[in-house]
């Protein structure tokens, strides 16, 4: 199975922080990666498809980049709604795999 | 507009099977796929099959000796059975829409919670 490891695990920053989420992965998967926000009591939210691409709805400070095998969600202006825990997902190969998660909170 | 909704049991006995459903609506199964993906409290998230628009299956290999997924188009309705339940399949189960062309899964269930005890 492809792992991704997300760095890192938990980390906190300030409001209009920019802020950098890295996702991994174990193989080449090409640009099939997406980001996942998720909140307590509700379903993810997709962020980011196809490595680089925004999501509907979503703001545009959000933005996805790829580096070879790299992975990265940045968030050019921290806002308080923004706390949550960020899921990378490859789908390019079986089975479908998750990040461990990163989990932002607010300093 | 697009809408997915599970349902089932919030409690199944250790050894039993787990079904769940989940109704969508504002699409067609015909011609979109739907996944299965569960979340065990404080842990991450596991992509368990998708049910394709053709009624073609995939699985997760670490559960699809006790994993099917199957559909009613008429309904509107995509089925989850899972045998053998034991406590680590305590979790919260979505389903989820995989969007076209590019896309990964682009609409959610609220998801159901289902918890393995006697």
């Known amino acids: 199975d492809i792992q991704l490891t997300q760095s890192p695990s938990s980390m906190s920053a300030s409001l209009g922080d920019r802020v950098s989420l890295t996702c991994q992965s174990s193989?080449?998967?090409?640009?099939?990666l997406s980001w996942y926000q998720h909140k307590p009591g509700k379903p993810p939210k997709p962020m980011i498809y196809?490595?680089?691409n925004l999501a509907d709805g979503v703001p545009s400070r959000f933005s996805g980049s790829r580096s070879g095998s790299d992975y990265s969600l940045t968030i050019s202006s921290l806002e308080s709604e923004d706390t949550a825990i960020y899921y990378c997902?490859?789908?390019?190969?079986?089975?479908?795999?998750f990040g461990a998660g990163t989990k932002l909170e607010l300093k | 507009q697009v809408q997915l909704k599970e349902s089932g049991p919030g409690l199944v006995q250790p050894s039993q099977t787990l079904s769940l459903t989940c109704t969508v609506s504002?699409?067609?199964?015909?011609?979109?796929?739907v996944s299965w993906i569960r979340q065990p409290p404080g842990k991450g998230l596991e992509w368990m099959g998708v049910?394709?628009?053709?009624?073609?299956?995939d699985y997760n290999s670490a559960i699809k000796s006790r994993l099917s997924i199957s559909r009613d188009t008429s309904k509107s309705q995509v089925f989850l059975k899972m045998n053998s339940l034991q406590t680590e399949d305590t979790a919260m189960y979505f389903c989820?829409?995989?969007?076209?062309?590019?896309?990964?899964?682009?609409?959610w269930g609220q998801g159901v919670m289902v918890t393995v005890s006697s």
């Open positions: 989820a829409r995989i969007g076209s062309g590019y896309r990964d899964f682009d609409y």
């Open positions: 504002g699409l067609s199964l015909t011609s979109n796929s």
């Open positions: 049910i394709w628009s053709n009624g073609g299956t």
């Open positions: 193989q080449g998967i090409g640009n099939y």
């Open positions: 196809y490595a680089t």
């Open positions: 997902l490859q789908y390019d190969e079986y089975p479908y795999t």
